[in-house]
């Protein structure tokens, strides 16, 4: 499958990633060219395997649903780009 | 006093337990050198003040007699860990101010052992890469050179800075991280030895995650000795990961110079890539004489779909590092470019903060879990992924553990691999099928090429069982007595 630069723009719009218009077709025949090269895993019989999403056997742990942490808002905003008393300052999102 | 960078950690250990340096000598003498070496960029932030204040703490307890098991060694960590109150960025952009207000598990436990921290150190930008020019410091300087060349090579990556200070002597032992051979590859690339330990055995808390179903931290070290012993303190389970494994961590340390007489070794006729230099096969051949000699039982084992590895690894790890690096939005810590709205801040402060091949992972791993592509791409790739662990299930019923090369070429020039991404990622051909396996495996440094660079070996070994790739390590490095040094040619 191959993507053209369309694609790339949707799939960076996904990714809320900006590019500059000059990059999708260069972008495009980049990752055609990785995709061209995954798809010889279609060589591989997978009939009725299960898919791997993890290399561990066991089942997730479970804990009591306690707070364990926190109280620290000093320490939670401290790498904030922009902050007013205990808040994160974000752009605005309703007009 | 003799140059005291230029011992091994257990030695280290030793003097400084018999005082014969103090650990604050120690540390000085590593960070004299790491200043004059800069030339390497190893060090993406030095610590000096950190360091003497933990060398002097080290000090104080060894003369009440109260060391703990690595008081006052001197270690680099790589800069994907997080260190309280030490910048830690990942080598991005995204990052470039960030002060962790918590350390990450494995560096508190190297701390609660009583080592002593020198800085942090370079890498590919959030762990993506096989030579360290991703990063956003530039890359890092491959100690090594081709004999009769200056020409700049790379340590490899992404544990780049790691494997070059530890080469330099510009470190004890450092951390470092693994999700398609980003510990073993630099290590052999410099003539170190690395273990990426069983997925589980060290904590991934406080480490910036990339393929979070991948990522394992481990040890880069001068000696198998010294990798067991740092692996020790790095393991053990975390209530703060939960893949963080529940089980008891062996002294490793014991394992090396244990006989390895009635071992089975299988040799995975698979790893035989087309275009490998002889000398990587012939020192491979070396490798399993030296396992004869030692009284290992050597027979041949099939891993069929080993040539998948490498396409599933770069449909699933793209895919993991798209959705772990979502969070970085600008809104609660890093980068933000201001301007327009929510998704123009979104989209712009991304666009601004990743690098170019962090941004090339997240494209594919965003258009592979994408509505339409999913199953084609993503499902099938785990199912392969199945297929690969069931072929290392399948050989270990027959064999103890496994030997490969380590890496398909010696250390290339910076620059050399980096305008085709798809020749880039065949660096990781051979390391990158224990990770989708969840195996524990060991890079060491089995001899030189022509040109006089190192070339290492791998052992893969069963979940859990590192205690023997430390058993079979050991006994190939009496072997190989590999004594070689870089030449110092970048002291200032």
């Known amino acids: 499958m191959s993507i053209d630069a369309a694609m790339v723009r949707k799939v960076a719009r996904l990714a809320r990633l900006r590019l500059d218009e000059d990059r999708a077709p260069a972008l495009a025949a980049e990752l055609s060219g990785i995709l061209a090269w995954i798809e010889q895993l279609d060589e591989v019989d997978t009939e009725g395997v299960q898919p791997m999403a993890s290399t561990e056997a066991v089942s997730l742990p479970m804990r009591e649903d306690v707070v364990t942490d926190g109280g620290d808002p000093a320490k939670v905003l401290a790498n904030a780009p922009k902050t007013d008393r205990n808040f994160f300052v974000v752009p605005k999102v309703v007009e | ?492």
């Open chain 2, 1 to 492: 006093m003799s140059d005291l960078t230029g011992v091994t950690l257990k030695a280290a250990l030793e003097g400084l337990r018999t005082r014969a340096f103090s650990a604050e000598e120690l540390a000085k003498a590593h960070l004299e050198a790491i200043e004059a070496s800069r030339a390497l960029n190893a060090y993406v932030l030095e610590t000096p003040e950190k360091a003497l204040a933990m060398a002097r703490d080290s000090d104080a307890r060894l003369a009440r007699g109260e060391a703990r098991p690595l008081e006052g060694a001197a270690l680099g960590i790589k800069d994907l860990f997080c260190t309280e109150g030490a910048r830690s960025t990942a080598c991005s952009r995204i990052l470039e101010n960030f002060v962790p207000t918590y350390e990450s598990t494995v560096t508190a436990q190297l701390w609660r052992d009583g080592a002593v921290m020198l800085g942090k150190l370079n890498m590919d930008e959030f762990a993506m890469g096989s030579s360290n020019e991703t990063s956003v410091c530039g890359p890092v300087i491959n100690p090594w050179r081709s004999r009769g060349s200056n020409q700049p090579l790379t340590p490899g990556g992404s544990s780049g800075g790691s494997a070059a200070a530890v080469a330099a002597n510009l470190a004890l032992g450092a951390t470092a991280t693994d999700t398609g051979g980003s510990i073993r590859q630099p290590a052999s690339l410099t003539g170190t030895v690395g273990i990426k330990p069983t997925y589980g055995r060290c904590s991934r808390w406080g480490v910036v995650a990339f393929a979070s179903s991948l990522d394992q931290a481990g040890p880069i070290a001068k000696t198998v000795e010294d990798a067991a012993i740092l692996l020790r303190s790095m393991s053990g389970h975390d209530p703060k990961d939960s893949t963080s494994l529940p089980v008891e961590v062996p002294d490793f340390a014991s394992f090396v110079g244990r006989s390895v007489k009635g071992l089975r070794v299988g040799v995975p006729k698979e790893y035989r890539a087309d275009g490998m230099p002889a000398e990587i096969e012939s020192l491979w051949a070396k490798g399993v004489e030296w396992l004869k000699d030692a009284g290992c039982e050597v027979v041949d084992v099939s891993l069929p779909h080993t040539r998948y590895a490498l396409p599933t690894y770069y449909i699933i790890a793209p895919a993991e590092a798209s959705s772990n690096l979502a969070r970085y939005d600008g809104m609660r810590y890093g980068l933000r470019v201001d301007g327009g709205g929510l998704t123009d801040v979104y989209e712009a402060t991304r666009a601004a903060g990743f690098g170019r091949e962090v941004q090339r992972r997240i494209l594919i791993g965003t258009y592979v879990l994408s509505a339409g592509y999913y199953d084609a791409y993503y499902l099938k790739a785990q199912k392969v992924r199945r297929r690969i662990a069931d072929d290392f299930a399948a050989a270990f019923e027959r064999v103890d553990a496994l030997l490969t090369p380590t890496a398909p070429s010696a250390a290339f020039g910076l620059g050399e691999n980096s305008a085709d991404p798809v020749a880039m990622y065949l660096n990781d051909v051979f390391t990158v099928t224990v990770n989708l396996a969840g195996l524990p495996a060991l890079s060491l440094p089995a001899g030189l090429d022509a040109q006089g660079l190192p070339l290492g070996l791998q052992l893969i070994g069963r979940s859990l069982d590192e205690g023997t790739l430390f058993q079979l390590a050991g006994a190939m490095e009496s072997a190989a007595a590999f004594d070689h040094r870089p030449q110092a040619w970048w002291r200032a």
